[in-house]
């Protein structure tokens, strides 16, 4: 049961990031109001928000202390209403969660499955979950990457290029998944 967790978390990442890859590649100035107003979508948003939060809810019930535990999942949702009442961009704050999440799920995946892919597994999932930590302190930081992606092509196709490498990379994991697995 568990392998075809990991199987299929890195099919919808990899189908997340190429998806990603053709959105922002498609960004353009015409488009930049409908982008801009998405990243201020609170359902969306909450959407986002929840999944990342329930996404880091079993990690932390590991390390936290044990008289908290039963409580973390109502301190998750209680969270999760105060961002979406007093918070403004949360689509970017649940996309940041998600980024950080999935960067640490997959280096402690890489890790459990012994997949022994070194240097080469830990820095994108270090440029994702950074790329989240920036993002979560500032969201006004990938509304203003939109501005500058869409008015100068250079750093549109950079980040479309980021996304779509990082696509083929968990396509590869997949494959080594499969191998070191059976």
């Known amino acids: ?22 959105l922002v590649s498609r960004c353009c100035e015409a488009r930049l109001p409908g982008a801009e107003k998405f990243l201020r979508n609170r359902t969306a948003g909450a959407v986002l928000s929840a999944a990342a939060l329930a996404w880091c809810v079993p990690q932390v019930q590991a390390v936290i202390w044990t008289s908290v535990v039963p409580w973390v999942w109502y301190l998750a949702l209680a969270a999760l ?12 704050r649940g996309f940041a969660g998600l980024l950080i999440m999935g960067a640490y799920s997959f280096l402690d995946m890489t890790f459990d499955c012994k997949l022994n892919m070194g240097i080469s597994g830990a820095l994108p999932a270090w440029v994702w ?12 930081y990938l509304r203003d990457f939109l501005r500058l992606g869409a008015h100068k092509k250079f750093w549109r196709i950079l980040a479309a ?7 083929l990379f968990l396509l590869g994991t997949i494959a080594i998944y499969l191998k070191v697995q059976g």
């Open 129 to 140: 979950g950074a790329v989240g930590i920036v993002i979560a302190a500032k969201p006004c």
């Open 81 to 92: 209403v105060l961002s979406v009442l007093y918070l403004d961009n949360m689509v970017a």
């Open 1 to 22: 049961m568990e392998k075809y967790i990991i199987l299929s978390a890195l099919i919808i990442g990899a189908i997340f990031f190429a998806v990603l890859a053709l």
């Open 161 to 167: 290029s980021l996304a779509g490498i990082t696509a």
